[in-house]
């Protein structure tokens, strides 16, 4: 469970940051009236729906993170063998990279009002996580093929249910990005599609960051990784 | 005014029925009464305490109920008293703490000088093990369970074939002896509880756990299971007698050790054997059975 | 520096930034609608259906406790559905959606001073997943086999397999699903809840002048969304075992002379998602119930809450620290015995705050004017319970003490009292609290006493007794109590009793949805403001509050939620968005 201890000690840090500067120790009943200094403490200059995505990506962070801690746990168990992971999943890395790219500059044009560029990028950020979430299955038929079911390991199981979940949720982020990009041709306000392509981009470094995470969960590197911190401690 | 006495009554009430009810813990028959004495000081702690929160609250309703231009104080908070009530409370808790942990420290620290005891959990009854001659038990594996090994001890384990099985019968413990209790499962979780003892732990597949204590006194105490383990769990019951050394050799002189069991069957006691424990497990099955079509 | 009044130089309150969504037909303003406030009232009658279908089913528990032997279709098997659905039900499809699906959205928006949530469209989302959510729930009443008998922990492997109801039928399935649906549903709610306390304040209303029972709503709701995703991984995980044959949680198992394909998994690490996400679920119940019997004893008493600030910390402070306790529940599962050391002191520290939290409530009613009114009453029964099933978790808590405790009677007393008959006497406090803001009709007084005495009396003689039989040794989620030889006579007839008492509590409840629903049309009017409160909700300008809260312009908050009694004030309480400055030692911000 430490790895979601540690997840949630960074939340903490968030929560406490902004609970610090929410004047806790000030006496709310000698304070009366509408003073000017409240007025910065009323609530964030950033974007509502920035803040919601942002409460969320926590709740998905805490997901993978317990996903994570159970399979530390689990890989503690003697009968855990590694499954040795597919070439194509740095290609679907690589892919997962250029969309989130892709999108950022999308945001960039966005703030420059290129309604061209923007609608370039969008195009090109949903055809390439097509091509990821394409490539992720085809690495899931080639480990079947090569006889790595499901249930046959632990490790196996693990490796399609984190790919699986996070696949679902590159999915439902092409829902996100399919209403912003028919915006996109259709012409909304350009504040609007800005926020739009601004939410898309947000959500695709989010889960381009959760893909490397696992990606480097699943090769074994983050075990090797936090053994070799281990040692140097002892 | 009837608030404030209902608010009392519910004080005195409780304290009288703790004081005066027959509901009660069984005798202790273990050594564990330290956790008695852990939960009588709890108890005192926390009794006080519930007495004093709630007769203060129907002191404040009593004396303070709104009455026709009554204006409640203005007070938003007192640092003092408050900091006192936090230390008050932080001192209250450790001294329940303290205790507590030391005795636990106990609790999980097993004397060099205990036999050990393997109980087996399976869906519904209890099964036992105890070392042979060599004081020592074999190794189990779960896959290695079959009708005729049905605590999956493994065959070629040396240590395990003096082992003494005890399959869904009585288990017996001399008196006066540390004994730590082995707690496997074959099937689901279980947990190994006797009242008297005070002590109980899960038992968990795929892997021993254990708790330790000494019986104290001779007597017949009923097993139970404590984990909710299938529908058979209210009816999975076992017996612990504890007896005198002499009588507890008796007994273990006439238990079957597990080369004697796997022997390839041709005697006739051999047979009676196998009759005498049919298993407790597959009976409750049948009787949850003619409950069910009832 | 002086006080501002609101003359030049302040703006005017600003338009909601979410443009208003206008409903159109009778569907989309009653049944799809995305107001707030009907979403809350679709939350709590929803919760309260299923609710009385826990409440049924404890009676049939009750039955066969009391009087065991008699009824003959209460089977071990049937006993076990009950307990699952019953426990399930109450702390997750009723107390959990009430508390935040309802009374976080009936009381956010107009506590904050908003319009509406911010993002309302995903809140009704939510609303409609979680009556799905409750649907799939109910259909395992129905599917063959029956619902799941697994005790509400779940705990595999027996949770999957053919000796315990449902395991290798349709219950356990659909129990799951359900599970996954209404953290997905709950998760749309949430962010509802979190961001709108963040963003959609009105002017002035600072953190540190929320009422207590938006702080504890939103903590609670923080803390469930960081809790539900180990239930969500925990149950996707053993649906794959289920359905898929892997092995997360099942090890190697021989059952019954049979051996499963299963094979290495650890059930311990189940019990370590689910307690992660079960205990912090204890205060997800229990934090709302603190925030609102702070609103409640502060208006009923006339008097500001003591240490206001210390309570907020104290919220605060709870929530973190029930992060670090989760194995609390799981002394005796066999875990490594040192984490025994760590756990028994993180849960005895959490008990510290929790204690300053009671101290600050029955200061509020010293020197006070305590008007005895039903929220009122509720809220000193509230008190009276909390106290005592916080005190035996003292017990529970401290590990060693739980050796003997745990999986008895003593365990259901317990957290029936802290977790189960507290929240839920906050809850009706609460409903008479807010009924007349809701329907602009008070709930008949008289009925009110009626179901209070009895709920809260019962309900003490129902769980106090219950104690001691744990004390004995007698084992929780036993189906039948027969050949126990700890248990005397005296113990069954103590059994009976308690049976007794909880049908009549039960019955108790029915008054009270007479009440509610007789109230609608036949209380009497309220007006806007009957408790003389001070809270931004009491100040609509129509009651029931209209689509959009507050009409033309959201209100400017000048003071705390506490203004009762200012010394120097005319009346004895100063509504939140009233300008000027009372009171002698003062001192402006
Ligand atoms: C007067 C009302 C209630 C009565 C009479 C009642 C009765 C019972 C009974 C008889 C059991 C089974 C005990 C056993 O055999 O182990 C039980 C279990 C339980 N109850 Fe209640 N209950 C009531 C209200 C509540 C409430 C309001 C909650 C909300 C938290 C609740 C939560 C639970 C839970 C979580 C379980 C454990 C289920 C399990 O063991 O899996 N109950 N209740
Ligand atoms: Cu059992
Ligand atoms: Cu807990």
């Known amino acids: 469970m430490s790895v979601i201890l540690v997840f949630l000690l960074v939340i903490a840090g968030f929560a406490g940051w902004w609970l610090s500067h929410q004047r806790l120790m000030a006496k709310p009943w000698l304070e009366q009236g509408l003073a000017s200094d409240f007025v910065g403490l009323d609530r964030s200059a950033l974007p509502t729906a920035k803040i919601g995505l942002g409460v969320f990506l926590a709740v998905v962070g805490c997901l993978f993170a317990l996903f994570t801690s159970a399979y530390f746990m689990r890989m503690a168990v003697s009968d855990w063998q590694p499954l040795p992971l597919p070439r194509l999943l740095w290609l679907n890395t690589g892919v997962l990279v250029l969309s989130s790219v892709a999108l950022h500059c999308t945001s960039v044009a966005a703030r420059r009002g290129q309604i061209d560029t923007v609608r370039l990028g969008l195009a090109t950020a949903g055809l390439t996580t097509l091509a990821f979430l394409v490539g992720q299955l085809m690495a899931w038929r080639q480990l079947t093929a090569d006889g790595y079911f499901l249930a046959s390991n632990p490790a196996n199981s693990f490796f399609y249910l984190i790919t699986g979940m996070h696949g679902l949720h590159v999915l439902g982020g092409l829902v996100a990005l399919g209403r912003t990009t028919t915006s996109a041709w259709a012409g909304t306000r350009p504040e609007r599609l800005r926020l739009g392509v601004e939410l898309c981009a947000m959500y695709w470094h989010f889960l381009l960051f959760v893909w490397l995470a696992i990606f480097a969960l699943l090769a074994g590197w983050a075990a090797t990784f936090i053994d070799i911190c281990r040692q140097m401690l002892t | 005014m009837a608030v404030a006495l ?37 108890f005192w702690i926390t009794g006080v305490v519930f007495a004093a929160v709630v007769l203060f609250m129907a002191y404040c309703v009593f004396r303070f109920r709104h009455r026709e231009g009554n204006r409640a104080a203005y007070e938003p908070e007192n640092k003092r008293l408050e900091s006192w009530l936090t230390i008050v409370t932080a001192v209250g808790v450790t001294a329940l703490l303290v205790p507590g942990l030391f005795v636990w420290s106990r609790f999980v620290n097993v004397p060099s000088d205990a036999t050990e005891v393997e109980v087996v959990g399976q869906q519904w009854q209890w099964s036992f093990r105890l070392p ?39 288990l017996h413990l001399p008196v006066g002896k540390p004994v730590k209790m082995l707690l496997r499962s074959i099937d689901v979780l279980h947990d190994f509880y006797v009242p008297e003892f005070r002590a109980k732990m899960d038992m968990i597949p795929g892997s021993v756990t254990y708790f330790w204590f000494t019986p104290t006194r001779t007597g017949t105490f009923q097993v139970l299971c404590a984990e909710l383990c299938g529908q058979g769990h209210p009816m999975m019951h076992g017996v612990v007698m504890v007896d005198t050394q002499q009588d507890y050799m008796a007994w273990l002189g006439q238990q079957q050790t597990f080369a004697q069991l796997s022997a390839p069957k041709q005697t006739g006691s051999a047979d009676e054997t196998t009759g005498q424990t049919a298993a407790l497990g597959p009976e409750i099955a049948a009787r949850l059975e003619t409950v069910g079509s009832r | ?149 697994a005790g509400w922990t779940l705990y595999p492997p027996q949770a999957i397999m053919s000796g315990t109801p449902g395991g290798q ?35 002035g209303m600072t953190m540190m002048r929320l009422p207590l029972t938006v702080w504890g ?88 809450i003591f240490g206001y600030r210390m309570m907020v910390w104290a919220i605060v402070g709870i929530g973190a620290l029930s992060f670090v306790v989760w194995a609390h529940h799981m002394y005796v599962s066999g875990m490594h015995p040192y ?77 029936h009292m802290v977790m189960g008959v507290a929240p839920i006497l906050v809850v009706f406090g609460a409903i008479y609290h807010w009924y007349p803001k809701v329907t602009g009709r008070m709930l008949d007084e008289t009925l ?66 007479f009440n509610l629903i007789w109230s609608i049309r036949h209380g009497r009017e309220a007006g806007g403001n009957p408790w003389r409160a001070t809270t931004l909700e009491w100040q609509t300008p129509q009651t029931p509050p209209a689509h959009g809260n507050f009409g033309k312009d959201l209100p400017i908050v000048y003071r705390w939620a506490y203004d009762y009694s200012v010394p120097g004030a005319k009346e004895d309480f100063i509504p939140q968005n009233m300008p000027g400055s009372f009171g002698p030692s003062r001192e402006p911000a």
């Open chain 3, 339 to 415: 984490f025994g050391f760590f756990f028994a002191t993180t849960t005895l520290i959490i008990a510290i705050p929790t204690a300053i939290k009671v101290y600050n409530w029955v200061l509020t009613l010293w020197r006070g004017d305590i008007h005895l009114t039903i929220p009122m009453l509720f809220a000193l029964a509230f008190i009276v319970t909390f106290v005592n099933g916080g005190l035996t978790g003292l017990f529970l808590g401290n590990v060693v003490v739980d050796v003997p405790l745990s999986d008895t009677m003593f365990v259901v007393a317990h957290f």
């Open chain 2, 132 to 170: 042979g001659r060599d004081g020592k038990l074999g190794t189990s594996d779960t896959r290695d369970v079959t009708a005729d090994n049905p605590l999956g001890v493994i065959p070629k384990d040396p240590n395990g074939q003096d082992d003494v099985v005890v399959e869904a019968a009585d």
């Open chain 3, 1 to 149: 520096m002086v006080d501002i009044t609101p003359a030049d130089g302040i703006p005017p309150a600003e338009v909601a930034e979410v443009e208003l969504y206008h409903p159109h037909g009778w569907w989309t303003k009653y049944v799809f609608s995305q107001d707030a406030k009907v979403i809350a009232v679709q939350y709590s009658a929803t919760a309260t259906a299923i609710g009385l279908v826990a409440l049924v089913l404890s009676w049939l528990m009750r039955l066969q406790l009391g009087f065991p032997g008699t009824f003959d279709f209460i089977t071990p098997e049937a006993y076990y559905q009950f307990i699952t659905m019953h426990g399930m039900i109450m702390v997750i499809y009723l107390l959990t959606a009430l508390f935040l699906g309802g009374f976080g959205n009936y009381l956010i928006p107009l506590m904050v001073g908003a319009r509406d949530m911010v993002f309302p469209y995903v809140n009704m989302l939510s609303y409609w997943i979680y009556l799905l959510a409750v649907l799939v729930l109910v259909s395992s009443f129905f599917a063959p086999g029956g619902p799941t008998g």
């Open chain 2, 6 to 42: 209902v608010l009392v009554l519910i004080v005195v009430g409780s304290v009288l029925f703790h004081l005066l009810s027959p509901w009660w813990w069984t005798p202790i028959a273990s050594n564990w009464a330290y956790i008695d004495n852990t939960i009588i000081i709890t």
């Open chain 3, 448 to 513: 009110g006493r009626f179901h209070f005495w009895v709920t809260f009396l019962g309900a003490y003689l129902i769980f106090f007794p219950m104690h001691y039989l744990g004390l004995m040794g007698v084992p929780r989620r036993y189906a039948e109590l027969t050949d126990m030889t700890i248990m005397t006579e005296s113990a069954h007839h103590l059994n009976s009793f308690i049976s007794i008492m909880a049908f009549i509590v039960g019955f108790a409840q029915m008054v009270f949805l």
């Open chain 3, 169 to 203: 039928d349709w219950g356990i399935i659909l129990m799951l699903s359900s599970l996954i649906l209404f953290i997905i549903g709950f998760t749309m709610g949430g962010l509802n809840y979190v961001v709108t306390v963040l963003q959609g304040r009105t002017r």
């Open chain 3, 217 to 304: 709503i939103f903590t609670a709701t923080v803390m469930a969304l960081l809790a539900f995703p180990a239930l969500f991984v925990a149950s996707v995980m053993m649906l794959l075992d289920r359905v898929l044959g892997t092995s997360f949680f099942m090890p190697a198992i021989s059952e019954m002379g049979e051996q499963l394909q299963h094979n290495g998994g650890s059930p311990i690490l189940f019990q370590h998602l689910f307690w992660f996400f079960g205990h912090p679920e204890v205060y997800i119940v229990a934090l709302p119930a603190f925030g609102i019997v702070s609103d409640l004893i502060s208006t009923h008493a006339r008097k500001n």
